[in-house]
Structures are given as C-alpha cells and as structure tokens.
C-alpha cells in the first residue's frame, strides 16, 4: 500500500479556517487548498475578500480557490475578475449552473478565453463535464470539480463517472481532475487509481492519515480498548 508521499494525486485542502489552512500548508502535505461559501460560514468568515487577502498573504505557493457569490452571471463575471485580481495563485470557483438551473457554461467559456485560471463547481453529470470540456482553453489552467462524494450518496458507484471525465479532459493539458466531497480516506486511493489529477480532504481526513497500512489485527484491539475504555469512563454497569 502507498503511502501519502508515494501517491501521484494532489491532495487539496478544503476548509476556510485559517489556521487549520496554515497548519496544513507547514506540514506539507497537500498542495493546494479549496474554500465554498457554505464552508465560510462554518467558520464565521464575515468579510470575503479581507479573508481571502489573508490566506493569500500566508499562502502563496499553491491554488487557492475561491468561489462567486453572485446568482446573476454579470455579477458573477463582475466578482470572478475581482476575485481573479486578488493573487497570481487564485483560481475562481464557478458553479456548473446558477441557482435557476442556468447553464453558466457561456461564462466559462468567457473567463477561460480571457485567461482566467477556473474551478468549475458543483458538477454532477458527464453531460455537464463534456460541456464544460467543449468551452475551456487549453492555455489557461482550470480545474473540473466532480463530487463524487454526492454521485455515491445517491447509490451510484463514482468510479465509472470519474474515469469517464478524466478521458474526456485528456486532451486538454491545463484541465485537472478534481474528486470533489470525498466520503472516506478509501476515496484517496480511488481517485488515484481513476486517474484524477486533485482530490480534496478536509480536517476530519487529515487525522486519519497515520491509519494507512495500520494492521488490523492491531486496529481491532484497539477498537475493542476504546469500547472499554468509554463504558468505564461512562459509569456503565450490568448489575
């Protein structure tokens, strides 16, 4: 089994707390980092671009990305070359639709033409995979996020999802793979093994990093010290 430093796959961070984003940047294991709104709010980001500026101020060696607000594409377009001008490492999230289910795909096609480094969000579909294949250039680097977390979550194996997309994208030399909401460290070693170029990992993944390899014999009983230790700290008792 491989160890993290043997993979070939980018492993990203994904959060928007800072420290965390820090720590992992000093332990030198990943290699880029992605936020979402939904994870700012987690983490109590009230000011967008002041956070934005000061994880670019602490990391400027690899992409960041970070997403549009905005559910009109004008605005959109208006906040992705803001977003765009923070830093030479950005890459600017835009999501595969807007909330009415428009395609954003002409945008895309816009932003990528001018140059801008993308991270198309939020897609679900091979149909959604081969449009945004059709618009992006092959000048400027972009990234194609699948969440293949959300495919399995609906009973569908991603595995035949994921593989597909990277064949459809392996013309284009500045397109990346990226496995997005993984459901469990397993998904690591299967992205790997599809071919994609990023996987993103959260905090909760990080911790289980010194788990691979471990033996299971070994794993077993210390499961079975846990379940003992919590019943004694429980107060639990069968009288």
Not at 73 to 98: H, Y
Request: glycine share 6%.
């Amino acid at each position: 089994m491989k160890s993290i430093e043997e993979l070939r796959i980018k492993i990203f961070a994904d959060g928007a707390d800072i420290a965390s984003m820090k720590q992992a940047h000093k332990e030198g294991i990943v290699k880029g980092f992605t936020t979402n709104p939904t994870l700012m709010k987690k983490a109590g980001v009230t000011d967008y671009e002041a956070f934005g500026k000061a994880v670019l101020d602490e990391i400027t060696d690899f992409s960041v990305s970070f997403e549009v607000l905005s559910d009109d594409f004008a605005d959109m377009e208006r906040e992705a070359r803001k977003i765009s001008s923070w830093g030479p490492n950005v890459c600017v999230k835009i999501p595969i639709t807007n909330t009415k289910g428009e395609s954003s795909i002409p945008l895309v096609k816009k932003l990528s033409s001018d140059g801008l480094s993308l991270n198309i969000t939020a897609i679900l579909t091979i149909k959604q995979v081969r449009d945004v294949s059709d618009v992006l250039s092959h000048e400027a680097k972009s990234i194609v996020s699948i969440f293949a977390g959300r495919i399995a979550d609906t009973g569908r194996d991603p595995i035949p999802y994921m593989q597909e997309a990277v064949s459809i994208l392996k013309t284009n030399p500045n397109a990346e793979i990226l496995w997005a909401s993984p459901r469990e460290f397993l998904n690591i070693l299967q992205a790997e093994e599809c071919g994609c170029h990023i996987i993103t990992v959260t905090n909760d993944h990080f911790k289980k990093f010194n788990l691979i390899g471990k033996d299971l014999n070994e794993f077993s009983l210390d499961t079975v010290k846990m379940f003992y230790r919590d019943a004694q700290s429980a107060g639990l008792a069968i009288i």
